[in-house]
């Protein structure tokens, strides 16, 4: 009988993460996860912070482990998992985020239109079990939240997962913004089912708090930074524009990548075709399309590939209310100006929008606590200041990006 194939991998945040079971490690190493080696956990972030390099190869490897842990502290506290529970709970959390594509959030909806991440990773893991035989079937099961044990969806898909950790974590460490920092350890520790839902012992009522703290400071600090913003919103514009001026006697359009199939070819229906397309397609690609799409002759095109490759990024300002339109007409113009270029053009180098960060949304996600008496609150319930008036407040900010 072969022996189990056993692989420890160095992670810089979390020391030695082993694979140590056949299905893992199958998984590991098929050609749909190595292609998470290249996106970018963060997308454009490295142009503010340029450490954050790391790629969603990266965090799914740390959520294994993080997701390896709750499982040992759960066991250890009495609840029953089978091993085939235990190895489908961990290849769904390594299978989370397969569904991402070029530069993740970013491009989300825009390139291929319609399309959720979730609704791609759960494409392709039904791909790779019909390719393992059935193996993967029950991994789908909990992602999905069809398996009855409910708490194991939840380490995978919640409010408190190990998803949501682990970001947090790697991406506070690749940054070096410490606010970011959360202690994932004692929270695991504080983790217990009860009633078939995962819950936290009353005891680790602070850490919950600062984990819901560093991840609204994180948003607006990292993800939401005005100059992340605004390079992310370029890319946008020009997925955008190309599809505006997209001709397919074009030829320098083309990039020669899967680009093209959605730029040029994608109806918005994910069959087989456009499956096998999305899976050869990264953050690579899209760069290298970025590139050659800076030579076009449209100079709204090569104007807004060349400020990515040059990091020339277009002005942003954010505020706490709408921008007045004369304000934006001044914009307009002015890049009409500079580049004689019309109103319908300038707009993809000026433009509006709002974006709103929430810490907790008490309507439809719930953290739980179990107190010592067996009672249980959800915690924006809890009588704690801090939670009780700033946690469900949603923070809105308007942004005006602009060529200058």
Request: proline fraction near 2%; include cysteine; charged fraction near 25%.
């Amino acid at each position: 009988m072969p022996s189990t194939p056993r692989k420890i991998i160095n992670d810089p945040v979390y020391g030695f993460i082993t694979i140590n079971h056949p299905l893992i490690f199958k998984i590991t190493t098929h050609t749909y996860y190595q292609r998470l080696r290249r996106i970018y956990q963060m997308a454009l972030a490295h142009l503010v912070y340029p450490g954050a390099v790391h790629s969603r190869f990266h965090h799914s490897l740390g959520a294994y482990h993080l997701i390896s842990n709750a499982i040992t502290e759960l066991c250890s506290k009495g609840t029953e998992i089978t091993e085939e529970e235990e190895v489908a709970t961990k290849a769904a959390i390594l299978l989370h985020d397969i569904g991402h594509g070029p530069f993740s959030h970013a491009l989300e909806n825009i390139l291929l239109e319609g399309m959720h991440h979730e609704t791609l990773s759960l494409h392709i893991m039904r791909l790779m079990n019909e390719e393992f035989g059935g193996e993967l079937q029950m991994a789908i099961d909990i992602f999905t939240d069809k398996y009855p044990k409910k708490f194991l969806h939840q380490l995978v898909s919640g409010q408190l997962d190990v998803d949501r950790m682990d970001y947090l974590t790697r991406d506070s460490f690749f940054t070096g913004v410490s606010e970011g920092v959360i202690g994932y350890d004692r929270i695991i520790k504080m983790l217990v089912v009860h009633n078939g839902e995962l819950m936290v012992e009353e005891k680790g009522i602070y850490s919950i708090e600062k984990f819901l703290v560093a991840r609204r400071l994180m948003y607006w600090q990292v993800y939401l930074h005005k100059t992340v913003l605004a390079a992310e919103k370029m890319l946008v514009k020009i997925t955008e524009r190309v599809k505006d001026i997209f001709d397919k006697n074009d030829s320098l359009l083309k990039t020669g990548t899967a680009v093209d199939y959605f730029i040029g070819e994608f109806d918005g229906k994910m069959n087989e075709e456009a499956l096998q397309n999305f899976v050869r397609l990264d953050d690579f690609d899209f760069m290298h399309a970025i590139k050659t799409w800076s030579t076009h002759p449209d100079i709204v095109l090569n104007t807004l590939c060349n400020s990515i490759l040059d990091r020339k990024l277009l002005k942003i300002k954010l505020e706490a209310q709408p921008f007045i339109e004369e304000e934006m007409h001044q914009k307009l113009h002015n890049a009409c100006q500079v580049l004689n270029i019309d109103a319908h053009e300038a707009g993809y180098l000026c433009f509006t929008g709002e974006t709103v960060n929430t810490m907790y949304k008490t309507t439809d996600e719930q953290i739980n606590i179990l107190f010592k008496n067996g009672q249980v609150k959800n915690i924006s319930q809890v009588d704690n200041a801090l939670i009780h008036k700033t946690l469900s407040s949603a923070v809105k900010k308007f942004y005006i990006c602009y060529y200058e």
